[in-house]
């Protein structure tokens, strides 16, 4: 599970921000918290802000960190961002950071990160939390890497690649190490869907599971899963039916939904169904995996094209603890505001995203917001407060600034133009 996500110089946040899911002491849905022998972690963060806030840029900055640990091959690393993009505030020659705190899957809580500037590798490290202290696993300088093998015995590395990250390098040549396999593969395990974006969705909707043709557990499944929100869905069409007939077919499977009718039963294509149940068809894997193996997804844009109560639906996934079998953790953008309420969420799993007049963004939870009171006191938000009507009157701030529109008419240019 994520812990903390913290990151730095990354496209519009120039100084350290901090997406904190470690639950705090509020009392209100306790149920919203998986509650492990290490630490009470939140299951879900929404984040709300305007168009051009930075929202996006929170959930890219750990796509990014993502794909510098996986893809083997540097030259796609920054692809689609360009160095331009990501580096928005490197004036200063201020590298990228970049950390997350984790609990993996061997219950031991980790904190990995590192800096990088211009494609190289500035440092980089890797901690163990044991009785609330971080000890070292490795720390790196530059090219120089120093190693804790055995207690109270440091081993020195040199020379190692500026542009490739220790963790992933050792890794690869000691895949039984306890400590570099747990924290490589929670990242493996980690995901991000950005649904805004028409390729990535284009690509997701052409995207068939082959555990759909031959697993009718995972059929059954994903049946019960859509007619939560389709009633009229009577079952699954799937061809070809086995695995084996499939290679004639050059991988292509076809699906059709079949339907109650007043007429009697119709299949229908999936691709002739609506947005919003295509979406909900191919994001079935995504959330399936990370409520059964506690996986972390990350999704920009969760609500698009999804009706509210949708949106309500899947976040009430994640905090039933009888459905999030495995504590899996959903962290998505929106600005879906009516589910920006009391009965929905924690104050601590709202998060606001906001740009100053300098372009610079920062994050902050609905649970640390101070506000003035009618006589001007401080305060903090009430867990009674209307979240969506405050937030949509400006009261947390993050909402679009917008002036007025003047479109002047000059006659004598319209004329010329005629004429």
Same mark, same amino acid.
């Given at each position: 599970m994520l812990i903390r996500f913290s990151f730095k110089n990354f496209k519009s946040f120039k100084d350290e921000n901090c997406l904190d899911m470690e639950a705090t002491s509020l009392k209100e849905h306790e149920y919203n918290v998986a509650k492990t022998d290490s630490a009470e972690i939140l299951k879900v963060s929404a984040i709300y802000g305007a168009n051009a806030s930075g929202k996006t840029n929170v959930l890219q900055a750990f796509s990014y960190m993502k794909r510098r640990i996986l893809v083997s091959d540097d030259s796609k690393v920054n692809s689609p961002m360009d160095e331009e993009n990501i580096y928005s505030f490197m004036i200063n020659d201020n590298p990228i950071s970049l950390e997350v705190e984790i609990l993996a899957k061997n219950n031991k809580i980790y904190k990995y990160g590192f800096d990088i500037l211009k494609d190289k590798i500035i440092s980089e490290w890797l901690y163990e939390k044991r009785i609330n202290k971080f000890y070292e696993i490795f720390e790196r300088n530059n090219n120089n890497v120093q190693i804790m093998k055995v207690k109270n015995k440091l081993f020195d590395l040199a020379n190692i690649d500026d542009k490739s990250l220790f963790l992933k390098s050792f890794r690869a040549i000691y895949k039984s190490n306890e400590d570099f396999n747990s924290v490589y593969e929670w990242f493996m395990n980690s995901n991000y869907l950005d649904l805004g974006d028409p390729k990535f969705e284009d690509a997701l909707n052409k995207r068939i599971s082959l555990r759909i043709v031959e697993d009718e557990k995972y059929r059954s499944e994903l049946l019960a899963f859509i007619k939560t929100f389709d009633a009229t869905i009577d079952s699954i069409n799937i061809s070809p039916a086995s695995l084996e007939e499939i290679k004639n077919t050059n991988g292509v499977v076809k699906v059709e939904l079949v339907h109650n009718y007043e007429d009697g039963k119709k299949a229908l294509p999936i691709s002739l169904e609506s947005n919003g149940t295509m979406k909900m068809f191919h994001l079935f894997d995504f959330?399936?995996?990370?409520? +059964?193996?506690?996986? #972390?997804?990350?999704?920009?844009?969760?609500?698009?094209? @999804?009706?509210? @109560?949708?949106?309500?639906?899947?976040?009430?996934?994640?905090?039933?603890?009888?459905?999030?079998?495995?504590?899996?953790? @959903?962290?998505?953008?929106?600005?879906?505001?009516?589910?920006?309420? +009391?009965?929905?969420?924690?104050? &601590?799993?709202?998060?606001?995203?906001?740009?100053?007049?300098?372009?610079?963004?920062?994050?902050?939870?609905?649970?640390?917001?101070?506000?003035? &009171?009618?006589?001007?006191?401080?305060? +903090? #938000?009430?867990? &009674?407060?209307?979240?969506?009507? &405050? =937030?949509?009157?400006?009261? =947390?701030?993050a909402i679009p600034v917008l002036e007025e529109f003047n479109i002047v008419w000059k006659i004598k240019n319209i004329l010329e133009k005629v004429n």
């Open positions: 959330f399936m995996d990370a409520l +059964k193996n506690g996986m #972390v997804l990350f999704v920009d844009e969760l609500d698009a094209k @999804l009706h509210p @109560l949708l949106t309500r639906y899947i976040i009430n996934l994640f905090h039933n603890s009888k459905k999030n079998i495995g504590n899996g953790q @959903l962290i998505y953008s929106t600005h879906d505001t009516v589910n920006l309420n +009391k009965e929905t969420f924690r104050r &601590d799993e709202i998060w606001f995203a906001e740009k100053d007049k300098n372009g610079i963004s920062e994050i902050y939870s609905l649970s640390d917001y101070i506000m003035e &009171d009618e006589n001007g006191n401080a305060k +903090k #938000v009430r867990n &009674d407060a209307t979240y969506n009507k &405050d =937030y949509l009157t400006g009261r =947390y701030g």
